[in-house]
């Protein structure tokens, strides 16, 4: 019988030789800084994640960042926001939560309008190397705040500065503007096994 790990292995090595043999640097490739608008997207697991990834990556390497968090409230203390504690880096929650458990959608819709003119103020600042939009697709999307002011934002941002924006349902016109895209799509979740939210992982 043939061993699945050594045959594996064997295709693997010979295109990972012919990859390797065959690799020229693509030409035109600029250097140095330059600002990212950079959209995680989709109805997979991981979009919040991957921002906080790069987010504790770049103030790593010294950048100036914040997170802004659209849907989750001022007072949540989630792992996440226990650890940007340890580290310093500064986060805002601008939301009243979930809008599928929201009481009052009017009020959702305000503070979200309001959250925009945050991010707004702390974009054109000059303060900052890297915002974290959190779950801000979903005001675009449900027209809480409107797309022609924050395309007019996001074109007329400091030349340097990073923008992450994470959400389902991104814009078309969004994802058009945007220099990386990444749509995250499930494979399996545990939700559907039974399996609930867990610490550490959900939040």
């Known amino acids: ?4 790990t050594k045959t594996r292995r064997e ?8 990859q390797r043999d065959n690799y020229r640097k693509k030409e035109g ?20 994640t991957a921002a906080l990834g790069l987010l504790i990556r770049a103030h790593g390497r010294g950048l100036k960042t914040k997170m802004f968090q659209f849907l989750k409230h001022d007072t949540a203390k989630f792992g996440e926001h226990r650890t940007l504690d340890l580290l310093g880096i500064p986060y805002q929650g601008l939301g009243d939560g979930w809008t599928w458990r ?34 801000f697709t979903y005001p675009l999307k449900y027209g809480w705040v409107a797309w022609s002011d ?9 030349p340097n500065l990073h923008v ?6 991104a814009l078309p016109e969004l994802v058009e503007l945007a220099d990386t895209v990444s749509e995250i799509n499930p494979v399996k979740h545990a939700y559907e096994q039974g399996i609930g939210g867990q610490q550490g992982i959900e939040y």
């Open 1 to 4: 019988m043939d061993d699945p």
């Open 150 to 158: 924050v395309e007019a934002v996001l074109r007329g941002r400091d």
């Open 102 to 135: 929201s009481k009052d959608l009017e009020n959702s819709a305000e503070l979200a309008a309001h959250g925009w003119e945050l991010a707004k103020e702390a974009i054109q600042s000059g303060e900052y190397d890297l915002l974290v939009l959190d779950e």
């Open 164 to 169: 992450i924006i994470t959400g389902r349902y």
């Open 11 to 18: 295709a693997a090595m010979k295109e990972l030789t012919e």
């Open 29 to 48: 490739i600029s250097k140095g800084r330059r600002g990212l608008v950079i959209v995680n997207t989709g109805k997979g697991k991981g979009k919040t």
